[in-house]
């Protein structure tokens, strides 16, 4: 028994789903909560032959136009404990969860391995589908196992960490399995023992203090470097980073240092290096740059804003002249980050 219908919305602002402020349409909206709706509207939706996008809360996607389809969303909310042993505690959490309060909730009670991801917007189910990361670390390394609904089927499917072909912002389900798998919980392993990560530059600062730092600490310090750079989605509208960093050959690096010694860069293999889009954007001029309502953000320039009224248009215009610029200055194709839909 349910205690209230499903939720189910037609001809639905997108508004309030996506970050970026995009005010398109759906043609129809859902909500469930729980994995038993999920598989009732998943019958429905077949037997009408209807499209569907699956989406968290809108912080990693462009909408470029009304979707003439089914929108769903997941509204289930939970964190259970699973198991603890001396090390490790196992977390299984709602995939409409918001990912910041389970962040928030580890810190609190010092199991370590989700503070320097603390405050990325987004759900639960988003994070292990685009294996958010920040300050060094990837979600993928505290995700034990993805619990998921097949759309075809109904039938449910759980998959293990190494299943997902988890990548820099990357996995299983934004390629070969894209849209036939919807997330419905994630298992998460915390270290119960203190184990930290604190090579990101500002996070050294607690190299030099005595002890480990606690969880909390740091998800702390994580929040203030993330409110000094990066735009709150309620004030200014915006995905986050718009670009993923460039992976390029040694070579093609060493000919951009040849003319620019000081290119940041970091190394991914002994063949591979990956220089930051930010950095490669600003050299190319664009730094608060606006193009109609859309902008470069002037303290990091891989986000790109809506200044209050930016069209998708506006959004996809300015992308694709950034991409050119720095294609034509550093013979290097930029990739967003962002989904388009
Ligand atoms: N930089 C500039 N000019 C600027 C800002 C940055 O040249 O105005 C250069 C600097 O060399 C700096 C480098 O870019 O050292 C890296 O900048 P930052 O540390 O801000 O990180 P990022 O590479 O731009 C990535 C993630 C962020 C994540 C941060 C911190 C991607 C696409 N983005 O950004 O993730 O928070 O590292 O780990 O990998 C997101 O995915 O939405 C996101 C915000």
Redesign the pocket.
């Known amino acids: 028994m349910r205690d209230m219908p499903i939720s189910i919305q037609h001809h639905y602002s997108l508004l309030k789903h996506n970050t970026f402020a995009m005010d398109v349409k759906a043609k129809q909206f859902i909500s469930y909560k729980s994995v038993d709706e999920l598989i009732e509207v998943l019958n429905t939706l077949r037997k009408c032959g209807e499209r569907i996008l699956h989406i968290g809360s809108g912080s990693n996607l462009l909408f470029t136009k009304d979707f003439e389809g089914t929108v769903l969303h997941s509204d289930i909310k939970f964190i259970e404990e699973v198991s603890r042993d001396d090390q490790h505690i196992l977390f299984r959490v709602g995939s409409g969860m918001v990912w910041d309060d389970f962040c928030a909730q580890m810190a609190r009670d010092n199991y370590y391995g989700s503070e320097n991801l603390s405050y990325i917007p987004g759900e639960v189910g988003a994070s292990a589908i685009q294996n958010i990361?920040?300050?060094?670390v990837e979600v993928e390394s505290i995700i034990h196992e993805v619990e998921t609904i097949e759309v075809a089927t109904g039938l449910p499917r759980v998959f293990q960490t190494n299943e997902c072909e988890y990548d820099y912002?990357d996995s299983i389900f934004k390629n070969n399995l894209r849209g036939q798998y919807i997330v419905t919980a994630v298992v998460f392993r915390l270290s119960l023992i203190p184990k930290v990560n604190l090579d990101?530059g500002p996070l050294q600062a607690f190299k030099s203090q005595e002890g480990v730092p606690t969880a909390k600490a740091i998800r702390d310090a994580v929040i203030d470097i993330r409110r000094s750079?990066?735009p709150e989605p309620s004030v200014l509208g915006s995905a986050?980073?718009f670009?993923?960093?460039p992976v390029i050959p040694v070579e093609a690096y060493q000919e951009i240092a040849a003319t620019y010694a000081d290119v940041?860069h970091y190394m991914v293999d002994d063949r591979h290096i990956k220089i930051?889009?930010?950095?490669l954007i600003?050299q190319c001029g664009w730094?608060g740059k606006q193009h109609g309502g859309a902008a470069v953000y002037e303290?990091?320039?891989?986000i790109l804003v809506n200044m209050g009224n930016a069209t998708p248009d506006d959004i996809i215009e300015l992308a694709a002249l950034i991409e050119q610029s720095v294609k034509e200055k550093f013979k290097i194709q930029l990739h967003p980050?962002v989904n388009y839909i």
């Open positions: 990361g920040a300050y060094g912002r990101y750079k990066l986050g980073s670009f993923k960093n940041p930051p889009a930010a950095w600003e730094k303290k990091q320039p891989l980050e």
